[in-house]
């Protein structure tokens, strides 16, 4: 056959398939990235304790199946209507269910918790909380329950009896909740001893802290709603841990050894509930004491273990105790240049330095139950990844994860079975068992749920730094239809900060489905984690201390580089985006590298650190008066004559994060400069907008960018 009528017929093909598939919908890319596009997999899955058999939802939560870690077969245990006739509820789903034991398990609606026991296909209910209640925390055996009510923290015992364990009438004395604005992985702030003896709580004193007002507009007249915002170099709120005796009803109180307004950190028990372990940090976040106290008294006993760094040091973690019947714990630490895990005596004796890997270590996910192994993620040597590893207490180490790609690991509770979930760039996801030797099983591979739609794909690469040595990861999503003969324009997505990373091996590699849905749009969309983002060890991400955006500006200037270097690159038609930290480096990248980019969207963006919190500020920037210099260069209205580009910024008027007064403040120095730029505010969305206002949200950002990157 003549060769132009095959080629013809090729192409004929190809417009059937095309016309064949269905366009994804912005408001589809938005909304529906984890929902009808979500890979399948075991939803829910849990281990039932003490037994080697497992359970996961089907049916939308509404329907419970269960099977042997030996057998393939999954039956169907109980379904959500069993559970409302026996208990008389009416819930909606099985979402928040715990396992109490072999044969029982915990459910609540509003506030009411029940047990069920699936033998007997009874139940009963076990408490009701306060209407009132927030940051709801059982103890071990699920027979308290802690919780607070504005400020103040109480308790309801076995009993059902209401006990308060603070009665603070003032208002900025807060206890039971996350401190220091949740850094230093705080996420919480109750803490049931191992047997329930004692409840340990976070408190702080916020009583100098600056009120700083935001606007409620759903109020005639609109009112002023004040928060607690510590600004760098300003006064900050004062922690103290509270260690309530159950029996005594008494309360002893743990304090900084150093200045009141020091960080404590990292609160944990040991297994014999003598002692509390806390992590003293000091303001400047650079010197960091391990503290020991007696439970009891609160009397300091000894430091464990001291770090110290010119640049910071933060802890993350809290002690591990691998052995309940051994006070000797795990502890993660920066100090090789990598996060590693350390085996120590509650005296401060080094027993064993557990991993020395030149790469992150994450989180310890568990032990087996002899306490001889510990479970734990870890990027791998590709720090695009997330593994599963487990070492024991000798330092032996064995990757459990067979495969490269995004992990999501839960083992028995005797270590003889792990449930691996996953994904990477070639699979939406994939369900393994795996046993003790770790001879895997596969359970279930997700079909892909963007068959049949046009959809582009992702070339995941690495360029060199602006150091001229260090690879840094770029991902370029292409539309589907790409053709390497036309000149595309470029959004360039940015975030550029620590504890973020942008590119993973997982599938779409970490993009928003939009990214993909603008590549269609005729657009190449490109990202590059640059040297400060995240999982790549403490080198790589110490480097912006003190002047934030320069090294980050230059290795995203080096992302262009390699894009104008690409032969189907427009370089007169660059756009770049970015929220938070995006939007600190997409307003640092316009102003201060003014020829780079026609158009550029900058969302609830630091515009000056002053006015960002004390404690993500001072260990990235110190403060004003420590750092003159740094805090001027990274100023971004002080380059405001230089915009040439079109910029629209974008703000919710309720952030609570990087509060309106950044984003104002630089619309005013424009004003004053005569410079012409675009403002639209989200009224009464926090740092984020969710929720549909989303679809509105990135149909502005992507709106101006196709309409003004002509």
């Known amino acids: 056959m003549n060769q132009k009528i095959i080629l013809f017929l090729s192409f ?5 398939l095309q016309a064949q598939k269905k366009k994804i919908t912005l408001e589809e890319a938005v909304l529906q990235q984890g929902r009808a596009f979500r890979a399948d997999g075991l939803t829910g899955f849990q281990w039932i304790p003490n037994t080697n058999k497992y359970v996961f939802y089907t049916d939308a939560w509404t329907k419970m199946k269960s099977a042997s870690s030996s057998n393939d077969a999954a039956t169907e245990l109980i379904t959500l209507t069993d559970i ?3 208990l008389g509820t009416k819930l909606k789903n099985f979402f928040g269910l715990q396992w109490l034991d072999a044969t029982s398990f915990m459910v609540s609606e509003n506030g009411t918790y029940y047990s069920y026991n699936v033998t007997t296909q009874s139940g009963k209910k076990i408490l009701k909380s306060p209407e009132n209640a927030e940051n709801t925390t059982f103890d071990g055996n699920k027979q308290n329950l802690a919780f607070t009510e504005g400020n103040n923290l109480y308790f309801i015992n076995g009993k059902g009896e209401k006990i308060a364990v603070t009665n603070e009438t003032n208002k900025g004395i807060v206890s039971g909740q996350s401190i220091a604005r949740n850094e230093f992985g705080i996420s919480g702030g109750i ?3 191992p047997k329930s003896n004692y409840l340990a709580f976070y408190q702080k004193d916020e009583t100098e802290v600056a009120d700083y007002p935001l606007l409620d507009i759903t109020q005639t007249p609109g009112q002023l709603v004040n928060i607690k915002y510590p600004m760098i170099g300003q006064k900050s709120e004062k ?3 509270g260690i309530y005796n159950v029996a005594t009803g008494k309360t002893v109180f743990i304090t900084p050894r150093g200045n009141p307004d020091d960080y404590l950190t990292n609160l944990s028990w040991t297994p014999d509930e003598k002692y509390v372990l806390v992590a003293e940090l000091n303001r400047g976040q650079n010197d960091m004491n391990l503290n020991l106290y007696e439970a009891n008294t609160g009397v300091f006993v000894r430091t464990i273990l001291n770090e110290k760094n010119q640049r910071w040091v933060e802890p993350e973690h809290e002690a591990f105790f691998p052995n309940a019947k051994s006070n000797n714990f795990v502890w993660f630490s920066e100090k090789s240049g990598f996060q590693n895990l350390y085996y120590y005596t509650l005296e401060g004796k080094l027993i064993k330095q557990l991993t020395n890997n030149a790469f992150v270590t994450r989180d310890i996910i568990g032990t087996n139950t002899a306490g001889t192994e510990i479970y734990f993620k870890a990027t791998g040597p590709n ?12 330092g032996k180490q064995t990757l459990i994860t067979k495969d490269p790609g995004v992990h999501n690991v839960i083992p028995s509770a005797d270590g003889n079975w792990f449930f691996d979930e996953f994904s990477n760039h070639d699979t939406p996801s994939k369900s393994v068992l795996y046993d003790k030797n770790l001879k895997a099983k596969t359970l279930l591979v997700s079909p892909n749920k963007y068959d049949g739609y046009e959809i582009g794909t992702a070339d995941i690469k690495t360029i060199k730094a602006a150091d ?3 690879d840094l990861y770029t991902r370029l999503i292409k539309p589907s239809n790409f053709d390497p003969t036309k000149k595309y324009p470029v959004l360039v997505y940015v975030y550029g900060g620590p504890h973020a990373q942008m590119i993973t091996n997982s599938y779409l590699d970490g993009a928003n489905l939009w990214m993909y849905w603008m590549a269609e749009q005729g657009y190449l969309v490109f990202t590059v984690d640059n040297r400060g983002s995240d999982n790549r060890g403490f080198a790589f991400e110490s480097i912006i201390h003190g002047n934030l955006a320069a090294n980050e500006m230059d290795d995203q200037l080096k992302g262009v580089e390699y894009l104008k270097s690409l032969p189907y690159v427009d370089g007169n038609r660059l756009a770049v985006h970015g929220w938070s930290y995006g939007g600190f480096m997409t307003t640092s990248l316009m102003l201060r590298k003014p020829d780079t980019f026609k158009v550029g969207v900058a969302g609830g963006p630091v515009i000056d650190w002053r006015w960002y919190e004390v404690m993500y500020g001072e260990r990235y920037m110190d403060t004003p008066a420590e750092n003159p210099k740094g805090f001027e260069e990274t100023t971004v209205y002080n380059y405001v004559k230089n915009l040439k580009g079109k910029l629209l910024l974008i703000h919710g008027t309720s952030d609570d994060v990087v509060v309106e007064q950044h984003n104002l403040s630089l619309v005013k120095k424009f004003v004053e400069a005569g410079k012409q730029v675009d403002y639209f ?10 929720g549909k206002d989303r679809v509105h949200l990135i149909q502005k950002v992507l709106n101006y960018v196709i309409d003004n990157n002509k």
């Open 12 to 16: 004929l093909l190809t417009l059937s």
């Open 468 to 470: 001229g040595t260090t």
């Open 239 to 241: 922690p103290r841990v």
């Open 191 to 193: 803490f049931w001893s």
């Open 383 to 394: 720090p695009t990844n997330m593994l599963v590893y487990k070492v024991d207490l000798k």
């Open 84 to 86: 409302n006739t026996a």
């Open 681 to 690: 505010p989200y009224p009464m969305h926090k740092h984020n907008v969710t």
